[in-house]
């Protein structure tokens, strides 16, 4: 009965999403709170029904109901309990279910949160959500029908690509959803502000924790797939500019554009218009990230199926498009700015560069990643886009921002004087220098390397110089020094905060500066007993072992590790062959360190253990992205927590 | 008038549009393989019935050398009956249907051969060799290897009656 019973739940979901949609919109126009009300009780509902869809393909999971096609092409009796569960948003159907499900839950929230204290855009938020909500609704009803019966029942499954076993596919596409998700909360509020009329800062307000909710996990997202890449492909690195991971980054882009631009909003009116345009956009490439994964459009490692649904995701981004440009040009006249720029020394106009800068970063990857249709289409030439000329047109752009990011916060208002500027960067500007000088004696040659460490360490220069220079005013007022320090932090959270994010920014730039400039590998193939060396490290071929595991057979080899230590680490990179798959999966064995990691990769090998071929890479700094991660977390939460400034 | 420029804002959206849309038109499956126009890699094996079989000795019939597996379902089990309809219809003519079954249990694979009734040579790789000679991403994968043994076209995921044909034809329509 599982498959049936859960059809019903999706099915009576989408009416009710629907039905709440229209109430909202017209309790909206017609002002009538009845309407309202019952959307509300609607938005429940869909929650109640989608949590029940979810709890029961997860317990369909959990018990191998093979009669549920999803659950037999997705799992297999020897699939490991947790990874039932994550099998769950394992292939297409169920990750729309754990997004429609997430939706439900936002939709709640702002149920709850905005209902009081928004009442003229929330009404139209609502009608946003839950119309938002329909689709993806009709998309798990319509074209990715995750409760679709099997007949006959088989005795076992298929099974999880082996892939996916691992802990980072529990919480990167969690995070990434609940990212991508997020940032219908703020859209909605935009279509909600054209709607009304009340494009002023009312909306931008009220989201503004929205936003850095949905931009948090998405960058925690597209670090944890990051780590999975690195981790568990095999192939020692963590980025690829594949169109997927692409398609994540660039509503990243965006979005982190909206987070600045709004502060210019708040501050001097302007950018009214560009700030509407950029959540359309945001969300607008969050659906197009979907639509690129679930189309089949562009070929990519990610991509998961082709079918109808790619033509829904499609249609569904053509309406949101063309409706939102449509209102803004309905409201053009109010949208337009009142506030001008007084000068281009200013912090203003700092960052709108670092909002030019993010966007045309996301215009050139859009451009790449959809450049192999275009070639298509007008030359009917397969061609492909590959990561050079990613690096190449970005490169300049990241390095601009990281300029930016030590400008931005410390420069004036409207116009900065020269004494502004002396003040702030004057000590910045000859660290950095003397920081990149440093690097040149000590043997660094490559000049990418050194503007890289320079501009770094300016960045950090300034915002380290702008908190001692508040700490020390508090220490004036008579404050000890942790007082200070904690009350700064505590009282100003917002901008500290932000602080703290761009230091975890700074740590990210310097792994991946350092993995590029300073990674070294080899390959060699070792006999039994025999010793290769690289870079300070020797790594001795011990032997190899096989073994059966309830889902897959591994044959794993032992590796043992020294550098100025004998022993330092043993190894064991592994191979493991899944009935279901026709190449083996490699797997990785590494031993992370602060500057480097010696990550051990197993390939050929002969049958009885008497040679093996390795690939050993020594990665320099690639751990500085992992510890990147966790500092940015650190300043989200701080961002986030209520502003105490005005009640301190 | 002035006001009218503004509707231009959404209409500017359309050609991107138009451009994704238009990426429903192309199949991913027509990957070009690298492989195409060049000569196709000897190899020998023994079919599961103990007859050796090799590339060589076909040379001046046109070969269809089908990738599949047991566990390849459905795919596998659609394109199974249009293979053996093909082989029967053309093995007068010179062609010859020759199966590889890759990454598979030798039980699970003769009982698909016995469902299936096919009559056509299929030959075990055990040790892969053949399908990364011939860069196999998956399976089902079909190449059509001509008379002069060029891999001519490659085929991923399941053949038609009426790819079959195509590709039969035009390659016994050229001279040996």
Redesign the interface.
Known sequence: MTPEIGAGAVMVALLLALYGSVAAAAGASTGRTSLLLSAQHAALGVFLLVTAALGLLVYAFLTFDFSVRYVATNTNLGTPFYYRITAVWGALEGSIVLWAWMLALYTLIVVVRHRQNARELYPWVLAVMLGVLAFFLLVMAGPAPVFQRMIPVPNDG?GLNPLLEDTGMITHPVCLYLGFTGFTVPFAFAVAALATGRVGDTWIALTRRWTLVAWYFLSLGLLIGGWWSYHVLGWGGYWAWDPVENAAFMPWLTGTAFLHSVMIQERRRMLKLWNISLVVLTFSLTL?GT?LTR?????SVH?FT?GSI??FF?GF??LV??TS??L??WR?DALRAQGELDSVVSRESAFLLNNVFLVASAFTVFFGT?FP??A??VRGE?VSVGAPFFNLVNLPLFLALIFLMGVGPLIAWRRASLENLRRNFLAPVVIGIAAAALFRVAGTASALTLLTFGLTVFTATTLGVDFTRATRARLRMGERLGAAMGGLLIRHNRRYGGFVVHIGILVIALGVMGSHAWSVQTETTLKRGETTELAGYKVRFDGLAARQESNHFKVVGTFTVSNHRPNLAVLHPSKKFY?????PIAGVDYRLGLTEDVYLVLGDFARDGSHATIKLQINRLVSWIWVGGVIITLGTVLAILPERRRAG | MRRGWRWLLPLSAIPVLALLAYGFRLSPRDIPSPLVGKPAAPFALQTFDGRPVSLDSLRGQVVVVNFWASWCYPACYEEAPVLERGWREYRERGVVVLGVDIQDKTEAAEKFIRDFGLTFPNAPDPAGKVSVDFGVYGVPETFFVDRRGRIRAKHVGAVTDRVLREQLDRLLAESS
């Open positions: 298929r197009f639509f189309s089949g459009v562009i070929a991509a082709q790619g033509a499609l981004l053509a498009v063309l440009l449509a803004i040009a053009w959809v249709l275009l298509e289409a397969k009935p279901q798959e026709q190449a």
